[in-house]
């Protein structure tokens, strides 16, 4: 952070971190935003995840400008925007629907933020000209929008958004229009261009696979409020509560019991004997399908492993991966995912094996119960 | 194959099927276009008298139409008074649907219904209403009289045009160009507007149809030097039968069937 400050004299910043507090927007009785509080440090790509209608549109709409919170604060380094209108807050956007001009060619789509800013016409054309190139659509300048694929309309969209150098960039499920493949191409594209770029960068998703792939950190939020921000690996690996552990990834979550010293068990299984921030309230299990291993001789709990023995009951096969439903004590389902190879004899499996399942202690998650 | 046995659409409904469908379809356009063209070779006519068809073929009534003084003058004001209600109605239906459009006020949908009205009351209401308020004010028999009543009949039609135009528009566009760095109101201007400028003309086109073809209003509030073209034809029909009304019907059509091919050839070039 000191290396920052005292680098700013020196050279312009290429991005400003994102400082958001007590952020508060009603529609009606409804709590969009609900006293939010984050904050995006500079040159990061931060994805705000969440189901449909969880407010996180509405919170980047605010970065924007498109939207005029109730409370609360946004500020771009030091400066507070909060009364900035967008056309001043030098944010580049880029929208779902791509909202690219049929009007005008992809070139002069391309320069319409640097007309605006009355680059000469020279440096107009070379910064167009850098700008295709960086997306990789450097002969396409002079079509006309109509004429593009989805792909291309979606680079036209980017280079648009970051070509009057902005220190921030905002993107509103930008990928969810394409099909599956270009969009998964498309992800590390993105990837790939921020680190190139190294703008600040947020980015609103309710796909989760997107978010771990593309995403410095993650922002959950459900009903106007952040639940957990963290790095990929944090949020999945130690999901916050039974939410994010169900959006984040598959999961089975179940419930734990205790015995009279305060210990977690799960059917006399010892799962955890404190967990932290323990307040003796009721806890849950969280088992990822793909933590879950088949252990070929029946065996006990041991130091490493908790030891369960259920009986197949779905086997289903998915290519690299394939998935089986195990039920235990008759009660619960477990969900394996296991890779797929030809050596493996557990490609064979049929409903109504009995089958062991071994879960490293390791991979022991815990959370407190929702209400 | 023969033609009536051919499948007339994707169905597999034949031509010979649809037959009496061909008919009642002609008759009912012959219906709706007959009494129409039926005056066009009746100003033709040579005649003192409306008749057809006619006996003699001549341009007098054409001659009789330019000449006459009283016939421009009135031509002169509907050509203003249409002039005028479309610089005045295009603006103001534009503005009012795009903001009630753009608005996501719970009350946009009543405010919308509320400027529409004046497609919904009966034209006569409308004229008897105005001719009273008038009164009040001096408006009666004005040019500036005139053209506000007519402007609150072509509001409505703008405002529907335009409304149906931004519903296929995408206003994620208005708003990138802001975050790209132009103030609302250029946003409008140099990337909305340009994009719903054909339904624009068309409002506008649409509007000086309104005014120039009215006559239930004209006939109530439009007077002495300042009648309209349409309120001169039915005063004219009532007290004799004059064939000039045959010529410049003939002509009202023609103009009226060029601007309407104009709006529809902008229409399709515009696709």
Redesign the interface.
């Known amino acids: 952070m000191a290396n920052q400050i005292s680098n700013k004299s020196s050279d312009t910043p290429s991005a400003l971190p994102i400082s958001i507090r007590g952020l508060t927007k009603k529609y009606g009785r409804l709590h969009a935003l609900d006293s939010v509080d984050l904050e995006i440090k500079s040159g990061e790509f931060l994805t705000l995840l969440g189901p449909s209608g969880s407010g996180k549109t509405t919170l980047l709409m605010a970065i924007a400008g498109f939207n005029r919170p109730d409370a609360g604060s946004v500020r771009f380094a030091e400066t507070e925007m909060i009364l900035t209108p967008p056309h001043r807050r030098d944010v580049g956007m880029v929208f779902q629907s791509y909202a690219l001009f049929p009007h005008m060619t992809v070139a002069e789509n391309i320069a319409f933020p640097l007309k605006l800013r009355r680059v000469g016409s020279g440096e107009c054309a070379d910064r167009v000209a850098a700008a295709l190139a960086t997306v990789q659509l450097s002969d396409l300048g002079e079509r006309k929008i109509d004429q593009l694929s989805g792909g291309q309309r979606q680079r036209v969209a980017l280079a648009r958004a970051f070509v009057f150098r902005p220190r921030i960039l905002l993107m509103d499920e930008p990928l969810s229009a394409l099909d599956k493949k270009l969009r998964e191409q498309m992800q590390i594209e993105l990837k790939h261009l921020h680190r190139q770029l190294g703008v600040t960068t947020v980015y609103v998703t309710h796909d989760q696979r997107e978010a771990l792939t593309m995403s410095d950190r993650i922002a959950i939020i459900n009903h106007g409020r952040l639940t957990q921000v963290d790095t990929p690996q944090a949020i999945y690996n130690h999901p916050a509560n039974s939410f994010v552990a169900d959006f984040i990834g598959e999961s089975t979550i179940l419930p734990l019991s205790r015995d009279d010293s305060g210990k977690l068990l799960f059917e006399g299984h010892l799962i955890s004997s404190s967990p932290t921030q323990d307040s003796g309230g009721a806890w849950s299990l969280v088992i990822r399908p793909e933590r879950l291993f088949f252990i070929q001789d029946s065996a006990a709990d041991s130091e490493q492993a908790i030891v369960f023995d259920g009986m197949v009951k779905e086997f289903v096969f998915q290519g690299e991966t394939a998935f089986v439903l195990v039920s235990i004590a008759d009660k619960y389902n477990l969900s394996v995912r296991f890779g797929t190879n030809s050596f493996s004899s557990q490609n064979a499996m049929q409903p109504g094996d009995r089958v062991s399942l071994g879960l490293h202690r390791k991979d022991v998650i815990v959370i407190p119960q929702s209400m | 194959m023969d033609w009536w046995k051919k499948p007339a659409s994707d169905t597999q409904v034949t031509h010979g099927d649809r037959l009496w469908l061909y008919i009642v379809a002609t008759i009912v356009m012959l219906l709706l276009v007959i009494p129409t063209l039926i005056v066009m070779p009746m100003s033709f006519s040579d005649s003192q008298y409306l008749e057809f068809p006619p006996s003699n073929w001549s341009l007098r009534w054409y001659a009789e139409y330019v000449d006459s003084s009283k016939w421009m003058r009135a031509t002169v004001t509907s050509l203003q008074v249409g002039t005028l209600t479309m610089l005045l109605a295009t603006p103001l239906g534009t503005l009012a649907a795009y903001a009630l459009f753009v608005s996501g006020h719970r009350a946009a949908k009543a405010v919308f219904v509320f400027l529409i009205t004046p497609m919904i009351v009966p034209v006569i209401l409308i004229a008897i209403g105005t001719f009273y308020a008038y009164g009040r004010v001096g408006l009666n028999n004005t040019i500036t009289g005139l053209v506000l009543a007519h402007t609150a009949l072509a509001t409505p039609l703008v405002m529907i045009v335009i409304t149906a135009a931004l519903r296929t528009y ?1 206003l ?2 208005e ?10 109101l250029k946003a409008f201007f140099i ?1 909305t507007l ?2 719903i400028k054909f339904s624009v003309m068309t409002a506008a086109l649409l509007s000086f149809l309104t005014s120039f073809d009215e006559v239930i209003i004209a006939i109530f509030i439009s007077g002495g030097s300042n009648a309209t073209l349409t309120k001169h034809m039915f005063s004219a029909l009532r007290d004799y039968i004059d064939p000039t009304i045959a010529a410049i019907s003939t002509i009202l059509i023609l103009v009226s069937t060029v601007l309407l091919l104009t709006t529809q050839f902008i229409g399709s070039r515009q696709k």
Do not use: K
């Open positions: 995408d994620n566009q708003r990138v160009a802001r975050s790209l760095g132009s103030t609302r990337i340009p994009q």
